[in-house]
């Protein structure tokens, strides 16, 4: 029996989900980032070798194809051996805000690298802060590599280095309509390999022996080009149409509205990946579960949500975020957090939590109508924050869209049905 895993790494911790060739679960595991002191790399790494380990043998044996996704312009630098020379920088880090000038000089107008967050912004962060070996002394550090977390992860599976995708490679300034990087980076004097890009999905080999001996993984199982976490969560929706959306209500806020048509403007943080023929118009906040986790576990937010009224509005105008700078629908590293007036009671402040975060959701899709996207249709919730009743409730009274129970709301689900879908060439 052909089965196929999917791998997710989110900001709270990775999920893997093996299915089968009818889509239905085989097995799946789980890894939490938050207990761990060790360095991202390490934990990254563990994490995906005890994924993969935790899946049942008879089950792990029978994987023909792995995708992964990961966080979308979680980058790093590694050296001909694939190992990081420095400390990965997250998809929320906006120390390229001292780029932005010099992205504006070199992108066309509004284009989505224009952002203290994007991957082009920490290429050339990494440029101006990592000293570069001269070339007669490089040895094994060789020239180095810039990659996208799911494009190392997957490498440590398959061993060639410097393959991603072009969902990933999306906020590098790849252009997913011509398929290429543009000329204005292939002119750029970049001191680091860029990646090859591939289509989501692609095969692109096989793991490797010593990744099949340790893993008890087949010799022949395939590793494909990933995709980003989002999107992964959009695949395992079960959004099909035009005007269907997903919003990943996880550590962040991400909307995703399948569109006929493309819309890009940096201004707001809105920009569109390709999925086939269609995009995926949308962007990603700061705001969202990880601020409510800053002040609540998940048990006291399932226990106060429960006594929320969904249908009256709280008056409590917030912009929930953890530190200063959001990247969608305000695109403004600057952006200050408004979290007062602070209730006394935990279920008043709660409600005010949830209705912001829905104000700031229904903000981004009435942006994306109003820059032309395909209408909204209905909206399909993904992350941990699609299983609160309540939210959904109060979210529904905002979007004016019915909110649908997805297929599956775990990206790794996504990512399994992408592994399917590329490895049987449907992609
Ligand atoms: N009942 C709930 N209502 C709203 N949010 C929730 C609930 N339970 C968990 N969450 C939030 O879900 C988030 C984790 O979701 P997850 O999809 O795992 O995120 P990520 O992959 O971004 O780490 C946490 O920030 C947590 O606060
Ligand atoms: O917020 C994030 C982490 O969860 C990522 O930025 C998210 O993946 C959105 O990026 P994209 O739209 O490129 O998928």
Not at 209 to 215: D, M, P, S, Y
Not at 221 to 247: H, N, Q, R, Y
Request: charged content about 20%; aromatic content about 8%; proline content about 6%.
């Amino acid at each position: 029996m052909n089965l196929y895993l999917g791998i997710d790494f989110g900001t709270s911790g990775a999920r893997a989900i093996v299915i089968d060739s009818a889509g239905i679960i085989q097995a799946e595991s789980q890894y939490s980032f938050t207990d761990s002191t060790d360095d991202l790399i390490t934990v990254w790494r563990q994490a995906l070798f005890s994924l993969i380990s935790e899946i049942p043998s008879e089950i792990r044996g029978g994987i023909c194809a792995i995708a992964i996704n990961g966080t979308s312009s979680t980058v790093l630098l590694c050296d001909r051996t694939g190992n990081p020379i420095d400390s990965p920088i997250l998809y929320n880090d906006s120390r390229g805000v001292k780029l932005i000038d010099k992205l504006r000089q070199i992108a066309p107008l509004n284009h989505t690298v224009i952002s203290a967050t994007s991957s082009l912004a920490k290429l050339f962060w990494y440029q101006e802060n990592i000293p570069l070996i001269p070339p007669l002394l490089r040895g094994a550090r060789g020239d180095l590599s810039f990659l996208h977390q799911a494009d190392w992860l997957a490498f440590l599976l398959h061993g060639q280095l410097g393959i991603s995708d072009y969902h990933n490679a999306l906020k590098l300034g790849y252009d997913v309509e011509k398929l290429c990087y543009p000329k204005w980076i292939q002119n750029l004097e970049i001191p680091f390999q860029l990646p090859n890009v591939l289509t989501p999905g692609t095969a692109i080999a096989e793991v490797t022996t010593e990744i099949a001996a340790n893993l008890k993984l087949r010799k022949d199982c395939i590793v494909c080009a990933g995709t980003t976490d989002s999107i992964a969560a959009f695949l395992a929706s079960g959004a099909k149409s035009p005007g269907e959306a997903s919003t990943s209500l996880g550590s962040t806020l991400v909307i995703k509205l399948l569109s006929s048509t493309r819309v890009d403007d940096a201004k707001y943080g809105i920009y569109s990946h390709r999925l086939g023929d269609l995009w995926l118009v949308g962007g990603a906040s700061n705001t969202g579960g990880a601020v409510l986790k800053s002040f609540f576990s998940d048990a006291e937010l399932e226990n106060l949500s429960s006594q929320i009224d969904a249908e009256k509005a709280s008056s409590l105008d917030y912009y929930p975020l953890l530190k200063a700078g959001d990247r969608f629908p305000i695109n403004d590293p600057n952006l200050p957090p408004k979290l007062d007036p602070r209730p006394e009671n935990p279920v008043e402040f709660l409600h005010g939590l949830l209705e912001s975060i829905a104000r700031i959701e229904a903000r981004g899709y009435e942006l994306l109508k109003q820059l032309g996207a395909t209408p909204l249709t209905c909206v399909y919730t993904a992350g941990g924050g699609a299983k609160n009743p309540t939210w959904t409730k109060i979210r529904e009274r905002y979007l004016q869209v019915p909110i649908l129970k997805p297929t599956h709301r775990q990206a790794a689900y996504g990512s399994a049905i992408l592994a399917m879908e590329g490895i049987n060439k449907k992609i």
